[in-house]
C-alpha cells in the first residue's frame, strides 16, 4: 500500500512527522479521509482528533483547531496545539473539562465571548480526554 507523509506542526515543535497509509481529520465541513494522491486542498480544521493509518495500526493525535494543507503525496498540518496521547496529563484535562462545565453552566450567554471560550474549552478538554480514556 503507498504511504504518504504525514506532518503536525505547531508554533511550539514537530509533534508529528510518520509516513503513514492514511489520514483521517475533520474540517469545517466534514470529517475526510486522505490517502496518496488526494487532490490539493487547504481546509480549517475542527477541534478533533487526526487519525493516521499505518498498516493496521492507527496513532491517533490530538489536534486542537488550524488548517490542513492536503498534497498529492504529504498531508501538513498546521495546528494551535496537537498532543500525542501518552503526553497528555488525563487529570489536567479532565479538570479543565470541568472548569469549562461549570462557566457553561453559570453563563447565561449574555456574555458570548466567555460563553464562547467555554465552549472552545470543553472541545479541547473532552478531544484530549477521548485519546486518553
Known amino acids: 500500500m503507498s504511504t504518504l507523509l504525514l506532518e503536525i506542526v505547531t508554533p511550539?515543535?514537530?509533534?508529528?512527522?510518520?509516513?503513514v497509509n492514511m489520514v483521517i481529520l475533520r474540517g469545517v465541513e466534514g470529517e475526510m479521509g486522505v490517502l496518496r494522491g488526494h487532490v490539493p486542498t487547504v481546509t480549517p480544521l475542527k477541534i478533533a482528533a487526526v487519525v493516521a493509518k499505518i498498516g493496521g495500526k492507527e496513532e491517533r493525535?490530538?489536534?486542537s483547531g488550524g488548517f490542513a494543507e492536503i498534497r498529492h503525496?504529504?498531508?501538513?498540518?498546521?495546528?494551535?496545539s496537537a498532543e500525542l496521547p501518552n503526553e497528555i496529563d488525563l487529570d489536567r484535562a479532565q479538570l479543565a473539562k470541568k472548569r469549562a462545565e461549570d462557566r457553561l453552566r453559570t453563563n447565561s450567554r449574555k456574555d458570548e465571548v466567555?460563553?464562547?471560550?467555554?465552549?472552545?474549552a470543553l472541545q479541547r478538554a473532552m478531544n484530549r480526554i477521548s485519546l486518553r480514556g
Open 12 to 19: 511550539e515543535r514537530t509533534v508529528y512527522a510518520k509516513d
Open 114 to 120: 466567555d460563553f464562547r471560550r467555554a465552549e472552545l
Open 73 to 80: 503525496e504529504k498531508v501538513v498540518i498546521l495546528a494551535e
Open 61 to 63: 493525535i490530538a489536534v
